[in-house]
């Protein structure tokens, strides 16, 4: 199978001086540092390699709350990280499960309740009919020119308005948008197709036989039928 991201190094674009030298991004070396040897399954040094040898170190988002303690056994392994880092410290339990924390020097994060509510998906593209009663964030911001010219260089990390014109997925319109009128509509439908008589019989005295012309039974049941047969 040919490695795609080879021939990719052998392009460029006009946009890539613009992103180096007025918005410095790139100018990180961090991924030199991991080995790409173990990136591609090939490094033999393994403890002995004076890289990284870390898969997802662009995810490692949190502090090692093991680590912090010196209990972590994982080393360079550990999907966490291993670095003191004020504004990437795990979230304190306490403060998100009772709101507050009695700990003065506490080490880890505290946030505000509201920052966790998602956004609204139908506000974003722009309109929501529960308005300011609906249990998502309404997000105001001022749309992104870069990206509607084509590309924006800050991707998510932009603080203007990138427009999402995509329909939100089914999971999506049922949190917190239910269409009960929907719902309501094709629950009535079924009952108009299945009728008002709903796992009801009739009674065997309203049964006739079509072949003796007695009640009582079902013409598969008729003791005079059977008898009739020998």
Not at 86 to 97: A, D, L, Q, T, V
Request: charged share 30%.
């Amino acid at each position: 199978m040919p490695d795609f991201h080879v021939f990719a190094n052998n392009y460029s674009f006009d946009f890539e001086d613009y992103i180096r030298t007025e918005l410095g991004l790139g100018a990180n070396n961090e991924s030199d540092q991991i080995c790409q040897d173990f990136l591609r399954g090939t490094c033999t040094k393994g403890p002995k390699c004076e890289f990284k040898h870390t898969t997802n170190f662009r995810e490692k988002a949190v502090v090692c709350k093991h680590w912090l303690r010196g209990l972590c056994k994982k080393g360079d392994q550990c999907e966490f990280l291993h670095e003191f880092n004020m504004r990437k410290m795990p979230e304190c339990w306490f403060y998100s499960r009772y709101g507050e924390c009695s700990n003065e020097d506490c080490m880890y994060l505290h946030i505000d309740p509201e920052s966790k509510i998602k956004e609204c998906a139908w506000y974003a593209r722009g309109f929501c009919k529960h308005g300011p009663h609906c249990r998502h964030k309404h997000v105001r911001k001022v749309v992104c020119q870069l990206y509607l010219s084509g590309f924006c260089p800050k991707g998510l990390e932009c603080p203007n308005g990138h427009p999402k014109y995509e329909l939100p997925t089914a999971q999506r319109e049922h949190d917190g948008h239910e269409e009960e009128g929907l719902h309501k509509n094709l629950n009535e439908n079924d009952e108009q197709r299945t009728g008002s008589h709903h796992n009801t019989f009739r009674s065997l005295s309203e049964v006739t036989c079509f072949k003796c012309g007695e009640k009582g039974h079902f013409a598969n049941r008729c003791p005079k039928g059977q008898g009739n047969r020998y």
